[in-house]
């Protein structure tokens, strides 16, 4: 079987992809709160754990891609995603589901800056803003599949639920080994190879320059690591806030599994409306457009988490969460156009984007069991408005290169090594 164009293989990813995913994590907080019995802190530690992961392997992998494969990386990612979510469906016992949470956290290192570098050297850097966009419309898609079958099992078994949604991960990545090109990388002729330990070590230490040259490089990481230490406590304390806290109404005698399908379902029809929209205004914007509403949408969001932390009724705390995930979703494919736009060396852009991606992890760390704590000994909704007010920094920063036009004065000396 050839393979297919990159568009089409970087769709059919984002849209089954999304249906394994979400038809496992659509049910996963119910499974983990009702079936396993996880307090607030232990569903949190099981969030850093996964964090830890990521910052221990990110960077690793991300150069493992810049030196030997982007693909192969991908395909190696989604299958372990697959069999992660297979796991904790399989078990209720909690040293196993951290170690699942190990192998998702391995899966994620191997796509994060692979796929998007992968993309972007196969499309070009002028198509790669609309690749983007339509990747998030797919995905979209997706995610709604996904969570309406993801609810439909787990009324019979919710455990099975993240059984089906790795099964057909799992089958993407196999899938994706027949179908998928690699055309925009090519490794280094073997005439040119150190061998592989230096390979690794040289490209490394190229990312690492170049994060260090650019100052814009440097304020995204410096963004990424305190939405990284606010989105763990959104992330995994939303579904317990809204069962214990808020409490969900008593219509039709929905079950809360239902009740999360719903609000995925309808929060992904409105992300696929308002991405339709962006692409027009957002595919060739430049970095002060992209900038200003990246710091606008975080601004949202982190408004959101805090009337959502806040509100004692059902409507405004259902309200403030599907404008806090919107914002989210759609600050997605805008900040990964952003970034790639200005990794201006191709050859260790996963590298690069793996760099950035681990100070999310960092932050996650750094604020997840904080957030967690807060959670157990205090409240939940304490712990969800500090976690809307750790936005705040990113919020300023976004400011700040608005003001530098979407970018930042050079350095006026680069420096020699990392």
């Excluded at 763990?232 to 079950?255: K, N, Q, S, T, Y």
């Excluded at 989210?328 to 952003?338: A, N, S, V």
Aim: charged share 15%.
């Amino acid at each position: 079987m050839r393979r297919l164009p990159a568009t089409s293989v970087s769709y059919g990813i984002e849209f089954f992809a999304d249906i394994g995913f979400h038809a496992a994590t659509t049910v996963m907080a119910v499974y983990f709160v009702q079936e396993v019995g996880l307090n607030p802190l232990e569903l949190v530690l099981l969030g850093t754990v996964f964090e830890a992961t990521i910052f221990l392997f990110e960077i690793p992998t991300g150069v493992i891609a810049d030196t030997f494969s982007r693909r192969a990386s991908v395909i190696l990612g989604l299958s372990l995603e697959g069999v992660a979510a297979i796991a904790t469906g399989l078990t209720e016992s909690y040293p196993l589901l951290l170690a699942a949470a190990v192998i998702w956290g391995i899966a994620a290192t191997c796509m994060s800056g692979a796929y998007e570098a992968w993309i972007t050297d196969e499309v070009g850097l002028e198509r790669v803003g609309r690749v983007f966009l339509r990747n998030a419309q797919f995905a979209y898609a997706g995610a709604i599949i996904g969570a309406l079958a993801g609810v439909g099992v787990a009324m019979w078994d919710l455990g099975a639920a993240l059984i089906f949604g790795g099964a057909i991960t799992l089958a993407t990545a196999l899938v994706c080994i027949v179908v998928m090109p690699e055309h925009g990388f090519q490794r280094k002729p073997a005439s040119e190879r150190l061998g592989a330990w230096r390979d690794v070590k040289a490209t490394a230490v190229a990312g690492g320059r170049l994060i260090r040259a650019e100052r814009l490089l440097l304020i995204i990481v410096a963004i990424t690591f305190f939405i990284g230490a606010a989105s763990e406590g959104v992330d995994r304390l939303w579904e317990a806030h809204l069962i214990r806290d808020v409490g969900l109404p008593d219509l039709f005698g929905l079950d809360p599994v239902v009740w999360f399908g719903l609000i995925n379902a309808v929060g992904l029809l409105a992300g696929i409306v308002i991405t339709s929209l962006l692409i027009p205004r957002f595919e060739h914007a430049d970095n002060t457009a992209l900038a200003r509403a990246l710091m606008v949408l975080t601004a949202v969001v982190s408004a959101s988490v805090l009337v959502f932390g806040l509100a004692m009724g059902f409507a405004v705390a259902l309200a403030a969460y599907m404008v806090a995930r919107l914002a989210r979703r759609i600050t997605e494919p805008l900040y990964l156009t952003w970034l790639n736009r200005n990794i201006e060396d191709s050859s260790v852009r996963a590298t690069v984007t793996s760099m950035v991606s681990q100070t999310g992890a960092v932050g996650e760390v750094a604020g997840g069991p904080g957030v967690g704590a807060i959670g157990t000994f205090v409240s939940l909704r304490a712990a969800l408005v500090v976690a809307g007010v750790l936005l705040s920094p990113a919020v300023a920063l976004y400011a700040r290169a608005v003001r530098h036009g979407g970018k930042e004065p050079e350095l006026e000396h680069l420096p020699e090594a990392v």
